[in-house]
């Protein structure tokens, strides 16, 4: 169960708050903050005791994300919640920002107010809440000095025209139904390459890590295939063509995606609910 | 929108920049006055405006409760984003202004009639949040409504808010039957109301633990596991929590609940995982072990805790934390999967740390060698937190697998060889715990601890370091020396440290007491007269006085066998473990405590436990329900008997000598040392009585007592023991019988009886017709019997073994004594010794095993084929090279150079040929070690002269020595 929810900045501003149950005041907040700040390093952050108060945090989008606790609940319903919770919050404003959330927190308590009832998480996913909620997102203006992308080198006319900018996925899933033109699906490819080099200079570690992220924004998207390199394997499986294979050690899909072809055809199948769907891929 | 959200921002900063609380209380009124404006505007944008912004005050801790009837008059629209941002508002102050909550009931029972759906759910739910106790009569009737309401959206949230009315009034709740109600929807066809509905009737049913609100049977539970595979993976975690409480009645059902909720651990939500774990945990505590459907069960276990580990680093370390109890109650699920508790470098810390603990304790001989390679790669990696812990993993992996203890030891000692401060100081506080879980074991690796003494400086490990300095002072050379330089800066030093060095000092002085007395003095004034500390000065009066009083009483409780430590010591306690079993996936599970020490007592915890296959009918909350098998039982515990040895030190001391043996040989130097410490050191004690602290001693009366007696018990203690030793001695010496001609030494004592919980043995080393035998004396001291004694050596120099079995095949009784004689042969396991005759002998009992160390003669190994040709003499007395040769004078003997020949010829030393010149007797001999080792000696005998002149020669020159003292020691008696 839980008793409160709030979102604080990285210095410790009050963006949301909001208390279900009553069994607490929001003074809890700065009690929070003073010991998520005080606490050193080794000390794990991720449960911390007030009293018959319980905090459970993490951090996204350089936020904090809490929710208190009294009685002996699920941390694990209360961390997935948070996480689950900022991931709404990005669909819905767009960004996951500091700015992003003071300007919808009036979107961000509708959203609360469905997504939990007395401390009981009701419904997450973005398909049943957007019958629900009413609020319009504010999308704050992306930074853009020049509009960098359209502007090629000395002002040549370049390709970059036609590739849509890199801020175009973070947009609200909302207004695609205002709007009501653009149906768009972006698929985004984010490869992390992480490599750790000794003093002496030898390689001691490296891995690359990646995932596929499918935002779609269309109203009734029914089906949608994905291809990937007939020349994929996957751990020990073996090598097929001839080409430079992609090797990858593990692969986990999103639950929504169908995996019927995958083996034979490298071809995942999904259909998209609105909002962000990730399929990710761990490459070492 | 965009305007009006910078503003906000604005305001915020200049609000947080005014330091003149007047000014900003001018500008907070003046805000207030313009919302209220804004808020009776007519335009509706303009109004939704104005409420958005009161509640962004009110986010930011703003008092606007003074607008509240302004706001509430927003409430009557039909606009539904307006309303919910009243609503909100609404939340927040109804509590603190009760009277004008009431204004909006009216409004409230009227939306809960409105055509819309969510207009009624929102005003249900709405006004349940109002916390206010005159609004809850006029909630009934709308509740009862909406309870039976057409549309399940609206019923899911009417069952919740019948647990918040119950919260607030739970009489009320009562008297209306909404409970009735509440348990009809438990079989609702809308999976969403059935969830709401069993949370809610938990929640209930905990503030009441006898209502059997919750009446879980087969056909509710039942229901419940089919409304399981159909609603959202939160309503699932309430129905697994409420499953989880449910006792099946036999194995058989629970086999089914456990097959209908297996499906749930491949789910996406790690909450629904851990859920569906928690049930199969508990109810596989039903099942027969014996199974097939167990086995696959356990198997089916594995992979969605390891799942869990690819998650976020907040969820891995609260499923780490969970894990960790799993892998204490039920090892074999993840036993096969060590690897995915590797650390990866860019785990945050805290999930390091728990990974770390949990390879630990997975660790077992198969997987050893792959852990221990894997905690040295950490024990070099940056982060100076985690390299400590990998480095005390090491030290546990070695106290928790004996058979690694080895490997552990050679890591550790890597580790120290690459002088990184930190690793060498952490590793030298494991190192000493390993030391106390396997003593007389590892000492060789002292040496190089002792090297790396000056770059100590944190007080655990500089205490660390000082206990083993002191517990194996006898080893270490110059133990004084080391300790005598920890003493200069003791004032500066931490208290740990300062006890610890404080204790390290007696245990030398007991141990070597001649040379360190100084040093004892030095240490227990500074401990009692010059620190503050009570607890220092306290242990430095207890060392004093048991000094002063009885020093074999303080080598008793000094030099006590220390318990062995194990690795139990960091288990959880099997009962809390089974509670927290039952709390898997819950808080208590990521701090390890049970419930009841965080959560308030007023929410009626119950102590929950596992049930056990035996009682499959029982309750769960039956007190007497057979607890699991698999409950680890007591360490064993080694407790030397004390009152035994007690005893024993009394006879010693005041029984005539013919019952008891010879007292340890430093017993009397060491009662020596204590008079002069009585003498002098108390003297200077006394005489500072000028001191508030010698003031503190005077007044105490059992201190005076402690230094009065000694003096007079002094003589008797001294001279009793040592007379009774002597006559002991010759004692043995006469009854063992000469034979031969060749010389046997009389018995020693190996091992006294205060070292080995009342056994003590003494014995020798004979050669009889080419047997060689170790004959041994076992006296009994102690109170008990013993028996199934065992015999056992130590590599050795000469590959000495026992041929045989120890044949003691009575019991021996207390105060019985018992000849023994092992024959020994020489083809044992060889590894060169210092000195070269040393003998380790390890004798076990049914008490204990104890550990010795004894010299035998080098003529045990001299062969009775050991007389050379001449000339093969000569030509090897040329082939060794000059510089195998050693001299050594043999003085005081007054044997004839013939005499000398026939005596030594006894012991298998042969003359080959014998020399005069110049009125000086040469001898030639030569004898044969049992590993084919030839001695050549050339003996020189002087007439008139009782010194006598000895040359070596051996392709061996480490056993002159040995061979030099036999001569002397043959010579001689």
Known sequence: ?284 | MQEWANQLCENRQFGSKMTDSKYFTTTKKGEIFELKAELNSDKKEKKKEAVKKVIASMTVGKDVSALFPDVVNCMQTDNLELKKLVYLYLMNYAKSQPDMAIMAVNTFVKDCEDLNPLIRALAVRTMGCIRVDKITEYLCEPLRKCLKDEDPYVRKTAAVCVAKLHDINAQLVEDQGFLDTLKDLISDSNPMVVANAVAALSEIAESHPNSNLLDLNPQTINKLLTALNECTEWGQIFILDCLANYTPRDDRESQSICERVTPRLSHANSAVVLSAVKVLMKFMEMLPKDLDYYGTLLKKLAPPLVTLLSAEPELQYVALRNINLIVQRRPEILKHEMKVFFVKYNDPIYVKLEKLDIMIRLASQANIAQVLAELKEYATEVDVDFVRKAVRAIGRCAIKVEQSAERCVSTLLDLIQTKVNYVVQEAIVVIKDIFRKYPNKYESVIATLCEHLESLDEPEARAAMIWIVGEYAERIDNADELLESFLEGFHDESTQVQLQLLTAIVKLFLKKPTETQELVQQVLSLATQDSDNPDLRDRGYIYWRLLSTDPVAAKEVVLAEKPLISEETDLIEPTLLEELICHIGTLASVYHKPPSAFVEGSRGVQHKRLAGSAGSGESVESPDTGSAAGVSEAPPAVIPSQGDLLGDLLNLDLTPPTATGPPPAAAPGMQLGAMDLLGGGLDSLMGDESEPLGGDIGGSPAMGAGFGAPPAAMPASFNAPVSGGLDDLFDLGGGVGMTMGSYTPPKTVWLPAMKAKGLEISGVFVRRSGVIQMEMTLSNKAMSVMSDFAIQFNRNSFGLAPAGPLQILTPLSPNQTIEAALPLSTVGPVMKMEPLNNLQVAVKNNIDVFYFSCQYPISMLFLEDGKMERQVFLATWKDIPNENESQFQIKDCHLNSDAASNKLQGSNIFTIAKRTVEGQDMLYQSMKLTNGIWVLAELRVQAGNPNYTISLKCRAPEVSQCVFQNYEAVLKN
């Open chain 1, 1 to 284: 169960m839980i008793s409160q929810v709030f979102i604080l900045s990285s210095k410790g501003d009050h963006l949301i708050y909001k208390d279900f149950r009553g069994e607490a005041g929001s003074d809890v907040i700065n009690v929070f903050y003073e010991k998520v700040t005080a606490l050193p390093g080794d000390q794990p952050p991720v449960v911390m005791s007030h009293g018959d108060l319980h905090f459970v945090h993490v951090r996204q989008g350089g936020l904090y994300w809490v929710a208190t606790t009294t009685a002996d609940s699920s941390p694990f319903s209360l961390i997935e919640f948070l996480n689950r919770l900022a991931c709404l919050v990005q669909d819905y404003c767009g960004t996951l920002t500091e700015k992003a959330v003071q300007m919808n927190f009036a979107l961000i308590y509708e959203l609360l107010d469905e997504v939990v009832d007395y401390g009981y998480v009701q419904s997450m996913s973005s398909d049943v809440l957007k019958n629900f909620i009413q609020t319009e997102a504010v999308s704050p203006r992306p930074f853009s000095l020049f509009q960098l992308s359209n502007v090629g080198l000395f002002g040549a006319e370049t390709q970059q025209s036609k590739v849509a900018p890199s801020s175009a996925a973070s947009r609200p899933i909302q207004s695609s139904r205002e709007q009501g033109g653009k149906s768009e699906i972006f698929v985004d490819v984010i490869e992390r390459m992480s490599v750790v080099i000794g003093s002496n200079g030898v390689l001691m570690k490296a891995d690359v890590e990646g995932e596929i992220k499918v935002k779609c924004y269309m109203p009734n998207c029914s089906e949608m295939r994905i291809g990937l390199n007939e020349e994929f394997s996957i751990g020990k499986s073996q090598l097929r063509g001839y080409g430079a294979a992609v090797r990858v050690d593990e692969v986990s899909f999103h639950q929504a995606v169908k995996l019927d072809e995958f083996d034979n055809n490298r071809i995942l199948r999904l259909s998209p609910s609105q909002g962000e769907v990730k399929n990710t891929l761990s490459i070492h």
